[in-house]
Nanobody, 123 residues
């Protein structure tokens, strides 16, 4: 069982930046970031192949967020720029335990989940 631990969340003003990290206790394959705002469904943010490419983004974050990973460190990152109040949510990292060709945006396709880190963007 692989453990995922997110860090880097916090409170930031609109237009600011944050960098989230997700440290895995072992090897993982395709990984993704999801978020959930109060009263809303968990939604896809970004995903990355275990090879580092391809990468996919939700339309709402495209051009503002960048996903990356360092397999040597078993760590995934999410650089978030130009943050907006609507980005406020708990951010979760997720990982698959086996290699797959397709990088999925569906939460049901991921086997491991972190505990989440709160991101709050003030207006």
């Amino acid at each position: 069982q692989v453990q995922l631990v997110e860090s880097g969340g916090g409170l930031v003003q609109a237009g600011g930046s944050l960098r989230l990290s997700c440290a895995a206790s072992g090897r993982t394959f395709n990984m993704g970031w999801f978020r959930q705002a109060p009263g809303k469904e968990r939604e896809f943010v970004a995903a990355i192949s275990w090879l580092g490419t391809p990468k996919y983004y939700a339309d709402s974050v495209k051009g503002r967020f960048t996903i990356a990973r360092d397999n040597a460190k078993n760590t995934m990152y999410l650089q978030m720029n130009s943050l907006k109040p609507e980005d406020t949510a708990v951010y979760y990292c997720a990982a698959q335990r086996s290699a797959r060709i397709d990088v999925s945006s569906g939460p049901d396709d991921y086997d491991y989940w972190g505990q989440g880190t709160q991101v709050t963007v003030s207006s």
